[in-house]
């Protein structure tokens, strides 16, 4: 009788206040069982060693802070192991932050672009002074590196008229945003050997996210998913 009077109040202020509703839909466990139920993954991804995919060998990395909302060390030596293996690498990357990544893969490539709102509109989602400033730090003065600003849902990727070897996307982690992201990556930027990785496929290397997994299998169809693996002692998903 206890738990069905929760759930006649967990409705009732449901009912009252709609947008409680997103949070029930967003909770991790229901993305595990949406990525269950439709793609029959309760674990996740399977698992590819990175020696699989950069042949192994030491790796130097640019600058890392360390800090919370970066990628770990072994997300940085993916995306450098793979620049390295590719003439003439083109990169493009949603997602700019302090620029760790792109500073990362600059000097293994032949040009970088890299994506982030504008100043403008992160005032506006009231994002900190300081975190603002921060966008950029390590990739504003590299010589091939391209700072484009817009929203990605809203960007005119079809206007770069350009494909790109290696996508890194690491933009907002809703099942929207990533969705979004996957399905204009997929349409405009990719040729067919492009590598894409996806960013915070987990919360850690051991925990899947899933409302993220949802968001990549979604994305890119089902011609494509088998080809998508999560990289081991990462906390990213890939394409190859």
Same mark, same amino acid.
């Given at each position: 009788?206890?738990?069905?009077?929760?759930?006649?109040?967990?409705?009732?202020?449901?009912?009252?206040?709609?947008?409680?509703?997103?949070?029930?839909?967003?909770?991790?466990?229901?993305?595990?069982?949406?990525?269950?139920?439709?793609?029959?993954?309760?674990?996740?991804?399977?698992?590819?060693?990175?020696?699989?995919?950069?042949?192994?060998?030491?790796?130097?990395? +640019?600058?890392?802070?360390?800090?919370?909302?970066?990628?770990?060390?072994?997300?940085?030596?993916?995306?450098?192991?793979?620049?390295?293996?590719?003439?003439?690498?083109?990169?493009?990357?949603?997602?700019?932050?302090?620029?760790?990544?792109?500073?990362?893969?600059?000097?293994?490539?032949?040009?970088?672009?890299?994506?982030?709102?504008?100043?403008?509109?992160?005032?506006?989602?009231?994002?900190?002074?300081?975190?603002?400033?921060?966008?950029?730090?390590?990739?504003?003065?590299?010589?091939?590196?391209?700072?484009?600003?817009?929203?990605?849902?809203?960007?005119?990727?079809? +206007?770069?008229?350009?494909?790109?070897?290696?996508?890194?996307?690491?933009?907002?982690?809703?099942?929207?945003?990533?969705?979004?992201?996957?399905?204009?990556?997929?349409?405009?930027?990719?040729?067919?050997?492009s590598i894409v990785v996806w960013h915070d496929y987990g919360f850690q290397p051991d925990r899947v996210r899933f409302e993220?997994?949802?968001?990549i299998l979604e994305g890119i169809g089902p011609l494509r998913r088998d080809l998508v693996y999560h990289v081991a002692h990462?906390?990213?998903?890939?394409?190859?």
């Amino acid at each position: 009788m206890r738990k069905t009077r929760k759930a006649l109040k967990a409705l009732w202020w449901i009912l009252r206040r709609p947008v409680l509703l997103n949070r029930v839909l967003s909770h991790e466990d229901s993305w595990q069982s949406y990525v269950e139920k439709n793609f029959a993954l309760p674990g996740g991804l399977p698992v590819v060693d990175m020696d699989q995919l950069t042949g192994g060998g030491s790796l130097s990395l +640019g600058p890392m802070t360390y800090l919370d909302g970066g990628s770990l060390p072994t997300d940085l030596m993916l995306l450098a192991g793979l620049a390295e293996q590719m003439e003439e690498c083109h990169y493009f990357e949603i997602g700019t932050w302090r620029g760790e990544s792109v500073a990362t893969v600059a000097p293994r490539a032949s040009a970088c672009h890299t994506l982030c709102l504008d100043d403008q509109e992160m005032e506006r989602l009231g994002m900190h002074p300081r975190s603002i400033e921060s966008h950029g730090l390590f990739s504003r003065e590299l010589d091939n590196v391209i700072q484009l600003r817009g929203d990605s849902r809203k960007f005119d990727f079809q +206007g770069l008229k350009q494909k790109f070897d290696l996508i890194f996307i690491d933009g907002d982690h809703h099942y929207d945003f990533v969705k979004s992201d996957t399905v204009n990556v997929f349409r405009h930027l990719v040729h067919e050997k492009s590598i894409v990785v996806w960013h915070d496929y987990g919360f850690q290397p051991d925990r899947v996210r899933f409302e993220v997994l949802a968001a990549i299998l979604e994305g890119i169809g089902p011609l494509r998913r088998d080809l998508v693996y999560h990289v081991a002692h990462t906390k990213c998903a890939i394409y190859t």
